[in-house]
């Protein structure tokens, strides 16, 4: 069993940044994939990033590529999203979720575990 605690969400203004944290339960951190997804009202959930259990490997969806970077410090428990030149349509709450295994996926339903998700507003 993993939980997941996000924090880090909050207002800005267009262009500016904010860094997402999830820290993560067990003992077994480094065994899982994690990755980050968004939902916006009346809109699916949908992929931001993703990252190896062991961290070197990283895919992030083109509508952020350039502007956010995942990354984990297996120490700490903990998976991070770095997110820079924010924009309006960045505006969701933004969840952390864990994979039972090693690899990265883009698929929700791949993922076992959820964290409560953090809401990032971004004004224009």
């Known amino acids: 069993q993993v939980q997941l605690v996000e924090s880090g969400g909050g207002l800005v203004q267009a262009g500016g940044s904010l860094r997402l944290s999830c820290a993560a339960s067990g003992r077994t951190f480094d065994s899982h994939a994690m990755g980050w997804f968004r939902q916006a009202p009346g809109k699916e959930r949908e992929f931001v990033a993703t990252i190896s259990g062991g961290g070197g490997t990283t895919y992030h969806a083109d509508s952020v590529k350039g502007r956010f970077t995942i990354s984990r410090d297996n120490a700490k428990n903990t998976v991070y999203l770095q997110m820079n030149s924010l924009k309006p349509e960045d505006t969701a709450v933004y969840y952390c979720?864990?994979?039972?295994?090693?690899?990265?996926?883009?698929?929700?339903?791949?993922?076992?575990?959820w964290g409560q998700g953090t809401q990032v507003t971004v004004s224009s």
């Open positions: 979720a864990a994979r039972g295994g090693w690899n990265t996926s883009a698929f929700p339903q791949n993922y076992d575990y």
